[in-house]
Protein backbone atom coordinates (compact mmCIF):
# COMPACT_ATOMS: atom_id res chain seq x y z
CA UNK A 1 0.00 0.00 0.00
CA UNK A 2 1.24 3.11 -1.18
CA UNK A 3 1.76 6.10 1.45
CA UNK A 4 -0.81 8.24 0.59
CA UNK A 5 -0.22 10.77 2.76
CA UNK A 6 3.21 11.91 1.93
CA UNK A 7 2.07 11.58 -1.81
CA UNK A 8 -0.77 13.95 -0.59
CA UNK A 9 1.91 16.23 1.69
CA UNK A 10 4.54 16.08 -1.29
CA UNK A 11 1.67 17.59 -3.94
CA UNK A 12 0.79 19.70 -1.40
CA UNK A 13 4.60 21.33 -1.56
CA UNK A 14 4.42 21.12 -4.96
CA UNK A 15 7.25 18.39 -5.14
CA UNK A 16 6.87 17.64 -8.96
CA UNK A 17 9.70 14.74 -9.37
CA UNK A 18 8.72 13.41 -5.83
CA UNK A 19 4.84 13.00 -6.98
CA UNK A 20 5.83 11.83 -10.71
CA UNK A 21 7.87 9.05 -8.95
CA UNK A 22 5.20 7.92 -6.35
CA UNK A 23 2.60 7.75 -9.31
CA UNK A 24 4.91 5.42 -10.74
CA UNK A 25 5.66 3.36 -7.82
CA UNK A 26 1.93 2.97 -6.82
CA UNK A 27 1.48 1.48 -10.45
CA UNK A 28 3.98 -0.70 -10.57
CA UNK A 29 3.18 -1.86 -6.91
CA UNK A 30 -0.57 -2.69 -8.40
CA UNK A 31 -2.80 -0.25 -7.45
CA UNK A 32 -5.33 0.88 -9.62
CA UNK A 33 -5.01 3.82 -11.64
CA UNK A 34 -8.28 5.19 -9.95
CA UNK A 35 -7.09 4.28 -6.97
CA UNK A 36 -3.78 6.48 -7.42
CA UNK A 37 -5.50 9.44 -9.16
CA UNK A 38 -8.35 9.51 -6.14
CA UNK A 39 -6.12 8.83 -2.95
CA UNK A 40 -2.94 9.98 -4.01
CA UNK A 41 -3.14 12.90 -6.78
CA UNK A 42 -6.88 14.43 -5.76
CA UNK A 43 -6.85 14.28 -2.05
CA UNK A 44 -3.84 15.75 -1.99
CA UNK A 45 -5.16 18.66 -4.08
CA UNK A 46 -7.92 18.79 -2.13
CA UNK A 47 -6.14 20.16 0.91
CA UNK A 48 -4.69 22.47 -1.19
CA UNK A 49 -8.00 23.88 -2.05
CA UNK A 50 -8.63 24.27 1.10
CA UNK A 51 -5.94 25.95 2.28
CA UNK A 52 -5.94 28.17 -0.44
CA UNK A 53 -9.58 29.01 0.77
CA UNK A 54 -8.08 29.96 4.63
CA UNK A 55 -5.66 32.16 2.96
CA UNK A 56 -3.15 29.55 4.06
CA UNK A 57 -1.57 29.27 0.86
CA UNK A 58 -1.38 31.55 -1.61
CA UNK A 59 -1.66 31.88 -6.09
CA UNK A 60 2.70 30.79 -6.49
CA UNK A 61 1.98 28.24 -4.16
CA UNK A 62 -1.30 27.22 -5.64
CA UNK A 63 0.24 27.06 -8.94
CA UNK A 64 3.38 24.84 -7.53
CA UNK A 65 0.92 22.20 -6.38
CA UNK A 66 -1.24 22.27 -9.71
CA UNK A 67 2.30 21.22 -11.60
CA UNK A 68 2.62 18.46 -8.96
CA UNK A 69 -0.43 17.67 -10.03
CA UNK A 70 -0.04 17.56 -13.48
CA UNK A 71 3.35 15.74 -13.29
CA UNK A 72 1.18 12.96 -11.75
CA UNK A 73 -1.41 13.00 -14.31
CA UNK A 74 1.18 13.15 -16.96
CA UNK A 75 2.02 9.64 -15.92
CA UNK A 76 -1.68 7.76 -15.59
CA UNK A 77 -2.61 9.39 -19.03
CA UNK A 78 -1.28 6.96 -21.44
CA UNK A 79 -3.23 4.63 -18.70
CA UNK A 80 -6.47 6.11 -19.21
CA UNK A 81 -5.67 6.38 -23.08
CA UNK A 82 -8.04 4.94 -25.94
CA UNK A 83 -9.00 1.32 -25.37
CA UNK A 84 -12.31 -0.37 -25.41
CA UNK A 85 -15.22 -0.32 -28.28
CA UNK A 86 -14.14 2.66 -30.03
CA UNK A 87 -17.72 2.17 -32.02
CA UNK A 88 -19.72 3.51 -29.25
CA UNK A 89 -18.08 6.61 -28.78
CA UNK A 90 -18.34 10.39 -30.26
CA UNK A 91 -16.42 13.20 -30.36
CA UNK A 92 -16.01 15.85 -27.50
CA UNK A 93 -15.42 19.32 -27.63
CA UNK A 94 -13.90 20.88 -24.45
CA UNK A 95 -12.68 24.45 -23.03
CA UNK A 96 -13.39 26.20 -19.91
CA UNK A 97 -15.05 29.64 -20.27
CA UNK A 98 -13.74 33.28 -20.63
CA UNK A 99 -12.21 34.79 -18.05
CA UNK A 100 -11.46 31.37 -16.11
CA UNK A 101 -8.06 30.20 -16.14
CA UNK A 102 -8.50 27.01 -13.98
CA UNK A 103 -8.06 23.63 -16.37
CA UNK A 104 -7.33 20.34 -13.86
CA UNK A 105 -10.23 19.53 -13.70
CA UNK A 106 -10.97 19.61 -17.54
CA UNK A 107 -7.48 18.44 -17.99
CA UNK A 108 -8.90 14.80 -16.26
CA UNK A 109 -12.29 14.98 -17.79
CA UNK A 110 -10.10 15.03 -21.21
CA UNK A 111 -8.48 11.99 -20.04
CA UNK A 112 -11.11 9.95 -18.84
CA UNK A 113 -13.20 10.75 -22.18
CA UNK A 114 -10.09 9.37 -24.07
CA UNK A 115 -10.52 6.78 -21.85
CA UNK A 116 -13.69 5.93 -22.37
CA UNK A 117 -13.03 6.26 -26.52
CA UNK A 118 -14.15 9.78 -27.51
CA UNK A 119 -12.21 12.01 -29.93
CA UNK A 120 -11.47 15.31 -27.77
CA UNK A 121 -10.79 18.57 -29.00
CA UNK A 122 -8.92 20.83 -25.99
CA UNK A 123 -9.19 24.14 -26.75
CA UNK A 124 -8.14 25.24 -23.45
CA UNK A 125 -8.86 27.74 -21.15
CA UNK A 126 -10.18 31.54 -21.33
CA UNK A 127 -12.34 30.56 -24.53
CA UNK A 128 -14.85 33.16 -25.93
CA UNK A 129 -18.33 32.17 -27.62
CA UNK A 130 -17.24 32.77 -31.10
CA UNK A 131 -14.07 30.27 -30.23
CA UNK A 132 -16.52 27.64 -29.20
CA UNK A 133 -18.33 28.04 -32.03
CA UNK A 134 -15.69 27.99 -34.40
CA UNK A 135 -13.91 25.21 -33.11
CA UNK A 136 -17.48 23.39 -33.28
CA UNK A 137 -17.69 24.04 -37.03
CA UNK A 138 -14.31 22.51 -37.93
CA UNK A 139 -14.10 19.98 -35.29
CA UNK A 140 -17.94 19.08 -35.72
CA UNK A 141 -18.10 17.61 -32.12
CA UNK A 142 -21.25 15.43 -30.60
CA UNK A 143 -20.86 17.25 -27.17
CA UNK A 144 -19.35 20.31 -26.17
CA UNK A 145 -18.29 20.27 -23.09
CA UNK A 146 -17.77 23.64 -20.71
CA UNK A 147 -15.65 23.84 -17.56
CA UNK A 148 -15.85 27.16 -15.05
CA UNK A 149 -14.65 26.85 -11.85
CA UNK A 150 -15.38 30.74 -10.36
CA UNK A 151 -18.85 31.81 -9.11
CA UNK A 152 -18.06 34.99 -11.62
CA UNK A 153 -17.40 33.12 -14.89
CA UNK A 154 -20.01 29.95 -14.58
CA UNK A 155 -23.01 32.59 -15.74
CA UNK A 156 -20.48 32.46 -19.26
CA UNK A 157 -21.84 29.45 -20.25
CA UNK A 158 -25.06 30.69 -20.89
CA UNK A 159 -23.38 32.63 -23.20
CA UNK A 160 -22.01 29.63 -24.88
CA UNK A 161 -25.06 27.75 -24.89
CA UNK A 162 -27.72 30.86 -26.29
CA UNK A 163 -24.39 31.21 -28.61
CA UNK A 164 -25.10 27.77 -29.89
CA UNK A 165 -28.79 28.16 -29.41
CA UNK A 166 -28.76 31.44 -32.00
CA UNK A 167 -27.14 29.56 -34.95
CA UNK A 168 -28.97 26.11 -34.37
CA UNK A 169 -26.80 23.50 -32.52
CA UNK A 170 -27.66 21.33 -35.39
CA UNK A 171 -28.01 18.53 -32.63
CA UNK A 172 -24.59 18.96 -31.00
CA UNK A 173 -25.18 18.45 -27.11
CA UNK A 174 -24.00 20.69 -24.65
CA UNK A 175 -22.65 19.88 -21.35
CA UNK A 176 -21.32 21.22 -18.49
CA UNK A 177 -18.95 20.80 -15.00
CA UNK A 178 -16.87 22.35 -12.38
CA UNK A 179 -17.36 22.85 -8.80
CA UNK A 180 -19.75 26.10 -8.67
CA UNK A 181 -21.82 24.45 -11.48
CA UNK A 182 -25.13 22.06 -10.64
CA UNK A 183 -27.83 20.11 -12.50
CA UNK A 184 -30.04 22.92 -11.70
CA UNK A 185 -27.95 25.49 -12.84
CA UNK A 186 -27.75 23.24 -16.02
CA UNK A 187 -31.60 23.40 -16.66
CA UNK A 188 -31.28 26.83 -15.51
CA UNK A 189 -28.87 28.19 -18.70
CA UNK A 190 -31.08 25.63 -21.02
CA UNK A 191 -27.60 23.17 -20.84
CA UNK A 192 -27.93 19.43 -22.17
CA UNK A 193 -26.24 18.30 -18.74
CA UNK A 194 -24.50 18.27 -15.81
CA UNK A 195 -21.42 16.04 -14.38
CA UNK A 196 -20.26 16.53 -11.48
CA UNK A 197 -16.93 14.63 -11.52
CA UNK A 198 -14.67 13.08 -14.21
CA UNK A 199 -16.07 9.65 -14.33
CA UNK A 200 -19.56 11.34 -13.89
CA UNK A 201 -18.84 13.61 -17.16
CA UNK A 202 -18.11 10.71 -19.16
CA UNK A 203 -21.70 9.15 -18.39
CA UNK A 204 -22.88 12.26 -19.14
CA UNK A 205 -21.04 12.97 -22.45
CA UNK A 206 -22.07 8.56 -23.23
CA UNK A 207 -26.03 9.25 -22.20
CA UNK A 208 -25.69 12.08 -24.38
CA UNK A 209 -24.28 10.79 -27.09
CA UNK A 210 -27.04 8.10 -26.94
CA UNK A 211 -30.24 10.80 -26.72
CA UNK A 212 -28.59 12.27 -29.66
CA UNK A 213 -28.07 9.03 -31.64
CA UNK A 214 -31.31 7.92 -30.88
CA UNK A 215 -33.62 7.65 -33.71
CA UNK A 216 -36.35 10.32 -33.61
CA UNK A 217 -39.94 9.62 -32.26
CO1 LIG B 1 -8.37 29.06 -8.14
N1 LIG B 1 -10.05 29.21 -7.17
N2 LIG B 1 -8.38 31.01 -8.43
N3 LIG B 1 -6.62 28.79 -8.90
N4 LIG B 1 -8.39 27.36 -7.44
C1 LIG B 1 -10.68 27.98 -6.73
C2 LIG B 1 -11.61 27.42 -7.80
C3 LIG B 1 -11.44 28.43 -5.40
C4 LIG B 1 -12.66 27.56 -5.06
C5 LIG B 1 -10.41 28.45 -4.23
C6 LIG B 1 -11.05 28.81 -2.93
O1 LIG B 1 -11.31 29.98 -2.69
N5 LIG B 1 -11.31 27.83 -2.12
C7 LIG B 1 -11.78 29.88 -5.75
C8 LIG B 1 -13.12 30.11 -6.45
C9 LIG B 1 -14.13 30.75 -5.53
C10 LIG B 1 -15.41 30.95 -6.25
O2 LIG B 1 -15.50 31.46 -7.31
N6 LIG B 1 -16.46 30.51 -5.58
C11 LIG B 1 -10.61 30.26 -6.65
C12 LIG B 1 -10.21 31.60 -6.88
C13 LIG B 1 -10.94 32.68 -6.11
C14 LIG B 1 -9.16 31.92 -7.78
C15 LIG B 1 -8.63 33.31 -8.14
C16 LIG B 1 -9.70 34.39 -8.37
C17 LIG B 1 -7.63 33.70 -7.03
C18 LIG B 1 -7.04 35.06 -7.16
O3 LIG B 1 -6.34 35.35 -8.10
N7 LIG B 1 -7.37 35.87 -6.20
C19 LIG B 1 -7.84 33.03 -9.44
C20 LIG B 1 -8.70 33.17 -10.70
C21 LIG B 1 -7.89 33.02 -11.95
C22 LIG B 1 -8.80 32.87 -13.15
O4 LIG B 1 -9.25 31.78 -13.45
N8 LIG B 1 -9.08 33.98 -13.82
C23 LIG B 1 -7.46 31.61 -9.22
C24 LIG B 1 -6.30 31.05 -9.72
C25 LIG B 1 -5.90 29.74 -9.53
C26 LIG B 1 -4.55 29.21 -9.98
C27 LIG B 1 -4.10 29.77 -11.33
C28 LIG B 1 -3.55 29.56 -8.92
C29 LIG B 1 -4.83 27.66 -9.93
C30 LIG B 1 -5.29 27.09 -11.30
C31 LIG B 1 -4.20 26.29 -11.98
C32 LIG B 1 -4.76 25.50 -13.14
O5 LIG B 1 -5.90 25.07 -13.17
N9 LIG B 1 -3.90 25.34 -14.12
C33 LIG B 1 -5.99 27.56 -8.98
C34 LIG B 1 -6.38 26.36 -8.32
C35 LIG B 1 -5.48 25.17 -8.53
C36 LIG B 1 -7.55 26.29 -7.53
C37 LIG B 1 -8.00 25.16 -6.61
C38 LIG B 1 -7.12 25.19 -5.37
C39 LIG B 1 -7.99 23.75 -7.16
C40 LIG B 1 -8.79 23.55 -8.45
C41 LIG B 1 -8.47 22.18 -8.97
O6 LIG B 1 -7.65 22.03 -9.84
N10 LIG B 1 -9.10 21.14 -8.34
C42 LIG B 1 -9.51 25.58 -6.32
C43 LIG B 1 -10.01 25.13 -4.96
C44 LIG B 1 -10.75 23.80 -5.05
O7 LIG B 1 -11.29 23.43 -6.06
N11 LIG B 1 -10.81 23.11 -3.96
C45 LIG B 1 -9.53 26.99 -6.70
C46 LIG B 1 -8.81 19.75 -8.66
C47 LIG B 1 -9.68 19.32 -9.85
C48 LIG B 1 -9.43 17.84 -10.12
O8 LIG B 1 -11.04 19.49 -9.49
O9 LIG B 1 -11.29 21.54 -10.95
O10 LIG B 1 -13.18 20.83 -9.41
P1 LIG B 1 -12.04 20.48 -10.29
O11 LIG B 1 -12.60 19.54 -11.45
C49 LIG B 1 -13.45 18.44 -11.19
C50 LIG B 1 -14.95 18.78 -11.24
O12 LIG B 1 -15.24 20.12 -10.95
C51 LIG B 1 -15.38 18.31 -12.59
O13 LIG B 1 -14.53 17.21 -12.84
C52 LIG B 1 -13.24 17.49 -12.35
C53 LIG B 1 -12.55 16.21 -11.99
O14 LIG B 1 -13.23 15.51 -10.97
N12 LIG B 1 -15.32 19.18 -13.76
C54 LIG B 1 -16.12 18.93 -14.83
C55 LIG B 1 -14.54 20.21 -14.07
N13 LIG B 1 -14.80 20.65 -15.30
C56 LIG B 1 -15.78 19.88 -15.79
C57 LIG B 1 -16.45 19.90 -17.03
C58 LIG B 1 -17.45 18.93 -17.24
C59 LIG B 1 -17.78 18.02 -16.26
C60 LIG B 1 -17.12 17.99 -15.05
O15 LIG B 1 -18.17 18.85 -18.36
C61 LIG B 1 -17.86 19.59 -19.47
Known amino acids: MPDYA ?15 QMTRDALAGGC ?7 EGLI ?35 PLLGPGGDTNSTGRLLIGTVRGDLHDIGKNLVCMMAEGAGFQVKDIGVDQSVEKFLAAA ?9 MSALLTTTMSYMKVVVDGFEQRGKTGI ?9 SQAFADEIGADGYGADASGAVDLFLSLLEKKNAPAQ
Open 32 to 38: SVREVLL
Open 173 to 181: KLAIGGAPT
Open 6 to 20: LMNQCLYEGKAREVE
Open 137 to 145: DEFKPDVVG
Open 43 to 77: AGMSVVGEDFKHNVLYVPEVLIAARAMKAGMTVLK
